[in-house]
């Protein structure tokens, strides 16, 4: 295969994009707590300022976090085989979904029915008992682990593809053409066109899988572009060179979302155009990161390895300890704004040392949390 698709040189800018991306999860968490968006327990003072700025950065955290790990993809194959990559994505993803759904995510349905059960004892045996909401066994937060798998497994065939020879052709015309100016904002009409046509069936975000096929295929189409654009150097060189021009489209459509979310548009425009719009917003957004990530964060440091390793269990653990911490301080009495700050430290603080203590030195925490093991 063409050496400029198949050498994996380290991207040291996809880690800091990586370690940024699960921040802002952190923080995105701590937001849904005081925002007046529907979530699993609220501060009874509501910080309404905080809705359009979630709003704003639900449009593409997730998805760009999906094309990250389309990236790593690339990583991950390396010189591996089919079967040997399937088993590397199945311990690094599944075993922590499963020990996630029995270990980490029962305490955050606790909170959530402690009224219904009194103590966390009287929960433990029935934390199995049918699926949430109804009932008590979730995935929660870890859907996006579950659906990362599934993104994996379904882009093996399509990874095949890219590397045979038809794939070498493909790669050619993408070449070909990277150099047109704003040429790959093209990629928001799949991405488009998958969304005009299951959202109508899958209209809302659920999270459990049944429901959720709009989404998922979104977080496929982001996951793929990973692996395509920043697996070939050419494709990666044209959105570093370009990054001021998807900024702009992304800047544009930026200030259109905030005027939309304070004065509607919706009797203007069509729903297909505010679609397609929105699409066109997420891939812009998505290229202007990657460029200017590209362009001034391809180095290395000391701390990245560290964080770059630690941003996996740290999303495990996050919104369990947010949820866990918000639910114990909720006797006592603070203004919203100071009660926010507080939460942030000690959720910040208690999962930096659950890792640090607990999962870093360990070989079977870090087996259960699908890090890579301890190096003698």
């Given at each position: 295969?063409?050496?400029?698709?198949?050498?994996?040189?380290?991207?040291?800018?996809?880690?800091?994009?990586?370690?940024l991306?699960?921040?802002?999860?952190?923080?995105?968490?701590?937001?849904?707590?005081?925002?007046?968006?529907?979530?699993?327990?609220?501060?009874?003072?509501?910080?309404?300022?905080?809705?359009?700025?979630?709003?704003?950065?639900?449009?593409?955290?997730?998805?760009?976090?999906?094309?990250?790990?389309?990236?790593?993809?690339?990583?991950?194959?390396?010189?591996?085989?089919?079967?040997?990559?399937?088993?590397?994505?199945?311990?690094?993803?599944?075993?922590?979904?499963?020990f996630?759904?029995?270990?980490?995510?029962?305490?955050?349905?606790?909170?959530?029915?402690?009224?219904?059960?009194?103590?966390?004892?009287?929960?433990?045996?029935?934390?199995?008992?049918?699926?949430?909401?109804?009932?008590?066994?979730?995935?929660?937060?870890?859907w996006?682990?579950?659906?990362?798998?599934?993104?994996?497994?379904?882009?093996?065939?399509?990874?095949?593809?890219?590397?045979?020879?038809?794939?070498?052709?493909?790669?050619?015309?993408?070449?070909?053409?990277?150099?047109?100016?704003?040429?790959?904002?093209?990629?928001?009409?799949?991405?488009?066109?998958?969304?005009?046509?299951?959202?109508?069936?899958?209209?809302?975000?659920?999270?459990?899988?049944?429901?959720?096929?709009?989404y998922?295929?979104?977080?496929?189409?982001?996951?793929?572009?990973?692996?395509?654009?920043l697996?070939?150097?050419?494709?990666?060189?044209?959105?570093?060179?370009?990054?001021?021009?998807?900024a702009?489209?992304?800047?544009?459509?930026?200030?259109?979302?905030?005027?939309?979310?304070?004065?509607?548009?919706?009797?203007?425009?069509?729903?297909?155009?505010q679609?397609?719009?929105?699409?066109?917003?997420?891939?812009?957004?998505?290229?202007?990161?990657?460029?200017?990530?590209?362009k001034?964060l391809?180095?290395?440091?000391?701390?990245?390895?560290?964080?770059?390793?630690?941003?996996y269990?740290?999303?495990?653990?996050?919104?369990?300890?947010?949820?866990?911490?918000?639910?114990?301080?909720?006797?006592?009495?603070?203004?919203?704004?100071?009660?926010?700050l507080?939460?942030?430290?000690?959720?910040?603080?208690?999962?930096?040392?659950?890792?640090?203590?607990?999962?870093?030195?360990?070989?079977?925490?870090?087996?259960?949390?699908?890090?890579?093991?301890?190096?003698?």
């Amino acid at each position: 295969m063409n050496a400029k698709t198949t050498t994996a040189v380290r991207r040291y800018d996809i880690d800091w994009l990586r370690i940024l991306l699960v921040l802002s999860v952190f923080l995105f968490h701590i937001g849904m707590y005081f925002n007046s968006f529907g979530w699993h327990i609220k501060n009874p003072e509501r910080i309404t300022g905080l809705d359009p700025i979630m709003g704003y950065l639900h449009t593409w955290r997730m998805p760009l976090l999906f094309l990250v790990s389309g990236v790593g993809t690339f990583f991950a194959l390396g010189k591996r085989t089919t079967g040997q990559f399937m088993g590397e994505r199945a311990r690094r993803l599944l075993i922590p979904l499963v020990f996630g759904m029995f270990v980490i995510v029962p305490p955050q349905v606790f909170v959530e029915k402690q009224v219904q059960y009194g103590t966390f004892l009287n929960f433990i045996p029935h934390l199995a008992e049918g699926s949430y909401p109804a009932g008590n066994f979730s995935w929660h937060h870890l859907w996006f682990v579950l659906y990362l798998f599934i993104c994996a497994m379904a882009a093996i065939p399509m990874i095949l593809l890219l590397r045979s020879k038809a794939g070498k052709g493909f790669y050619r015309i993408a070449e070909k053409y990277a150099s047109v100016k704003g040429v790959l904002l093209i990629l928001a009409l799949p991405l488009f066109l998958s969304q005009f046509l299951l959202l109508p069936l899958f209209p809302h975000e659920t999270h459990d899988l049944v429901h959720d096929w709009a989404y998922i295929t979104s977080y496929f189409v982001f996951f793929m572009y990973g692996y395509i654009l920043l697996s070939n150097q050419i494709l990666t060189r044209s959105i570093i060179q370009q990054r001021r021009i998807y900024a702009g489209v992304a800047l544009s459509l930026s200030v259109l979302y905030f005027y939309d979310w304070f004065h509607s548009i919706d009797a203007y425009i069509s729903n297909t155009l505010q679609l397609l719009l929105y699409c066109i917003a997420q891939i812009s957004i998505a290229l202007a990161l990657i460029g200017y990530f590209g362009k001034y964060l391809n180095y290395d440091h000391p701390w990245r390895r560290k964080l770059n390793e630690a941003v996996y269990p740290f999303y495990i653990l996050h919104q369990t300890v947010i949820l866990v911490l918000a639910f114990s301080l909720r006797g006592f009495e603070m203004e919203a704004g100071w009660r926010m700050l507080v939460l942030t430290l000690l959720s910040f603080s208690l999962i930096t040392a659950i890792y640090t203590l607990l999962i870093r030195p360990f070989g079977a925490m870090r087996f259960l949390f699908g890090m890579p093991g301890k190096k003698l």
